[in-house]
């Protein structure tokens, strides 16, 4: 093979943090769609409405402080000299109703804003989680491999939030507050004079730079504090997961101590962050509070000069006070945003992982006529420095049962893998009814083909439910007729719930040869006009082999089946056996056939058999001390 014929497409990348830092413009364009759907007039008519609440809103609460002035200058005025406006509404109690009026219509008006937008934020939450969930199933079965659970969970937990984050504050607080920015500097402008203006824009220019300032700083800390935290959580889930494990090896000591030493850093940082939390919260308030003064110290001297009432003072400290809210909006939305934008960068490059495997452009869907499958030449290696496969070629006839043995680490669950495509071959090709797989779309592929792996594991649901996943618009009938041809019908009737009953984590509730029949029966159900037993008894005693050996002789008959075997008992009656031994076959014929050659087959076979002789033998002296032990106890 030359160097180019070993070349593949580029793998799907292992889960990690991302290289660079996205922007929050960059986010908020990759967001807009979401926002914004083309198809959903409904959804950009709320859009709309938000706006146009949220701009009446802020035009309101700048006329709060208005009222409040009103009010004032009503109360202070000397010898009957009431402005007009006081005149107006009636003296000070007319100031006073419209400023609660004022007061409860911003109320109105922002509470409207934000449920009017509610449902956009979260057709956009679901939309896009629902888009990386479904992308996560179509990425690489390298991809699965080489991810952690724990990570991963944690990532789109976050991501999720995340996405609610950064469309609700940039919608309903950064726009609204850009607004109010404006409102307020134009009033200073126009009521006082420019100083005014001035200090105000240098406070909020002062304010904001430190806010970005500090807020950069605490979220190189925030990374490290999810990267611990996800390090953390991973370990818990796979010790967990592995809690059979843990109690073999009496390791309960160890898992605490590793599951610690994580929570350790994550505490370590943790403190860090709210430090650093305390260090930008004071400077905001010294920065804040300068501006403050500086303004009503202004306003003072203008009431000395007789420029300014007492009303203006107000006014002045009100605007002042009600530009505290959205400053410190503006801290929290950059703090807020900013840690969104970190949480939702992993899952944006998730997004950007490109399937290994990919339908090409025109793809027809496989048509399975009689249902020949043929390996052509083909070489394969999860790494071009360690082949797994190399020239491997045969054909399953139709409606026939060829079986591959060898030792492990031949390379037989690697066929498997490349007839339902989990990986394409770096050369030769796959044929099923004279069409290369390569070339046909893959959910027609594995619609066709069906599979019984060694290791089952079951869905935390019920029994049916798990039955019924080999074909989902089967009725209760077609599942109950495929329980009882895998043999299984009898012990779902004794369970408690029956069909219904639920299975536990990955099957746990389930034996070994339970969680077979289950698997066996959803393929019935599936009816594949193909089929790939991928070690399927290999796992279980010899007892529970029979009875599975059995149900899976009924499954495959009639059907084009490939049997990827470790134990050679359950090959015997295939029509054709095939020994791989380092990804070559080396011996190929029917079982009588290849014993009398007394080559590498025959060799397993001497093997296997005096492994079972001698498991016999053991099994029938713990039976004979067992029963010597019982007649003792009786005598």
């Known amino acids: 093979m030359t160097d180019q014929t070993l070349s593949r497409p580029q793998p799907a990348r292992p889960l990690q943090p991302p290289e660079?830092?996205?922007?929050?413009?960059?986010?908020?364009?990759?967001?807009?769609?979401?926002?914004?759907?083309?198809?959903?007039?409904?959804?950009?008519?709320?859009?709309?409405?938000?706006?146009?609440?949220?701009?009446?809103?802020?035009?309101?609460?700048?006329?709060?402080?208005?009222?409040?002035?009103?009010?004032?200058?009503?109360?202070?005025?000397?010898?009957g000299n009431v402005s007009s406006v006081a005149l107006w509404l009636g003296g000070a109690i007319g100031a006073t109703i419209l400023y609660g009026v004022l007061r409860t219509l911003m109320v109105v008006l922002t509470q409207g804003r934000d449920a009017l937008f509610a449902a956009v934020s979260m057709n956009a939450v679901r939309h896009l989680a629902t888009e990386v969930f479904v992308h996560l199933h179509q990425l690489s079965?390298?991809?699965?491999?080489?991810?952690?659970?724990?990570?991963?969970?944690?990532?789109?937990?976050?991501?999720?939030?995340?996405?609610?984050?950064?469309?609700?504050?940039?919608?309903?607080?950064?726009?609204?507050?850009?607004?109010?920015?404006?409102?307020?500097?134009?009033?200073?402008f126009y009521e006082f004079d420019w100083r005014y203006s001035a200090i105000t824009v240098a406070m909020i220019v002062i304010y904001l730079w430190y806010t970005t300032a500090a807020t950069n700083w605490r979220m190189s800390i925030r990374r490290s504090m999810n990267e611990s935290d996800s390090d953390a959580n991973t370990k818990a889930i796979d010790s967990l997961l592995n809690y059979e494990t843990v109690k073999y090896f009496g390791a309960e000591d160890r898992e605490a101590e590793r599951y610690d030493k994580a929570m350790a850093r994550y505490e370590r940082l943790s403190v860090g962050s709210y430090v650093s939390l305390a260090v930008?919260?004071?400077?905001?308030?010294?920065?804040?509070?300068?501006?403050?003064?500086?303004?009503?110290?202004?306003?003072?001297?203008?009431?000395?000069?007789?420029?300014?009432?007492?009303?203006?003072?107000?006014?002045?400290?009100?605007?002042m006070i009600q530009l505290s809210q959205p400053l410190n909006f503006m801290g929290m939305l950059y703090r807020e945003v900013k840690q969104a934008v970190i949480d939702i960068e992993t899952?944006?490059?998730?997004?950007?992982?490109?399937?290994?495997?990919?339908?090409?452009?025109?793809?027809?869907?496989?048509?399975?006529?009689?249902?020949?499958?043929?390996?052509e030449d083909?070489?394969?290696?999860?790494?071009?420095?360690?082949?797994?496969?190399?020239?491997?070629?045969?054909?399953?006839?139709?409606g026939q049962t060829v079986a591959i043995v060898g030792p492990s680490g031949a390379g037989k669950s690697t066929i498997s893998r490349l007839i339902f495509r989990f990986y394409e071959p770096q050369a030769g090709r796959v044929v099923i009814d004279g069409q290369n797989i390569a070339e046909v779309q893959q959910r027609s592929l594995r619609d066709r083909v069906g599979m019984v792996p060694q290791d089952t594991v079951l869905f935390n649901d019920t029994i049916a439910y798990n039955i019924r996943y080999g074909r989902w618009d089967a009725t209760e009938e077609e599942v109950q007729a495929a329980a009882s041809l895998?043999?299984?019908?009898?012990?779902?009737?004794?369970?408690?719930?029956?069909?219904?009953?639920?299975?536990?984590?990955?099957?746990?509730?389930?034996?070994?040869?339970?969680?077979?029949?289950?698997?066996?029966?959803?393929?019935?159900?599936?009816?594949?006009?193909?089929?790939?037993?991928?070690?399927?008894?290999?796992?279980?005693?010899?007892?529970?082999?029979?009875?599975?050996?059995?149900?899976?002789?009924?499954?495959?008959?009639?059907?084009t089946t490939l049997v990827i075997a470790h134990r050679l008992s359950t090959v015997v009656n295939a029509n054709e056996i095939l020994v791989l031994d380092k990804g070559v076959i080396v011996e190929r014929g029917r079982h009588d056939d290849l014993l009398a050659r007394q080559g590498v087959y025959a060799a397993m076979w001497n093997r296997q058999r005096e492994v079972d002789q001698a498991n016999e033998a053991l099994r029938r002296a713990e039976e004979e001390e067992g029963k010597s032990v019982r007649v003792a106890i009786e005598a």
Not at 380 to 388: L, M, N, T, V
Not at 517 to 545: C, G, M, N, Y
Request: contains cysteine.
């Open 347 to 375: 899952m944006f490059d998730l997004l950007g992982q490109s399937p290994e495997i990919q339908d090409k452009p025109g793809a027809e869907p496989l048509a399975v006529g009689a249902g020949t499958l043929r390996f």
């Open 141 to 188: 079965l390298r991809f699965h491999l080489e991810r952690k659970t724990g990570g991963l969970t944690r990532v789109l937990e976050r991501g999720r939030t995340a996405i609610e984050q950064i469309v609700r504050l940039s919608m309903l607080t950064g726009i609204p507050t850009i607004v109010e920015f404006t409102l307020i500097l134009a009033v200073m």
């Open 20 to 79: 660079r830092e996205l922007s929050l413009t960059t986010t908020v364009q990759r967001l807009w769609p979401y926002v914004w759907p083309r198809d959903r007039l409904d959804l950009r008519l709320r859009v709309s409405g938000a706006v146009a609440l949220m701009v009446l809103a802020k035009f309101v609460t700048i006329a709060v402080p208005f009222s409040f002035k009103w009010a004032t200058d009503a109360i202070t005025a000397k010898d």
């Open 486 to 559: 895998a043999q299984i019908d009898n012990f779902i009737k004794l369970v408690p719930g029956g069909y219904d009953a639920q299975v536990g984590e990955r099957g746990l509730k389930l034996s070994g040869g339970e969680k077979q029949r289950v698997a066996i029966a959803r393929t019935i159900l599936k009816a594949p006009p193909i089929l790939v037993l991928d070690e399927a008894t290999s796992a279980l005693d010899s007892f529970t082999e029979r009875e599975i050996q059995l149900a899976l002789d009924r499954v495959s008959k009639g059907r």
């Open 280 to 319: 930008l919260n004071t400077g905001q308030g010294v920065i804040f509070t300068a501006g403050l003064a500086l303004v009503m110290a202004l306003c003072i001297q203008g009431i000395r000069a007789g420029t300014h009432t007492l009303g203006d003072f107000v006014l002045v400290n009100s605007m």
């Open 378 to 398: 083909v070489h394969f290696a999860y790494d071009s420095a360690r082949p797994i496969l190399r020239g491997v070629s045969f054909e399953v006839p139709a």
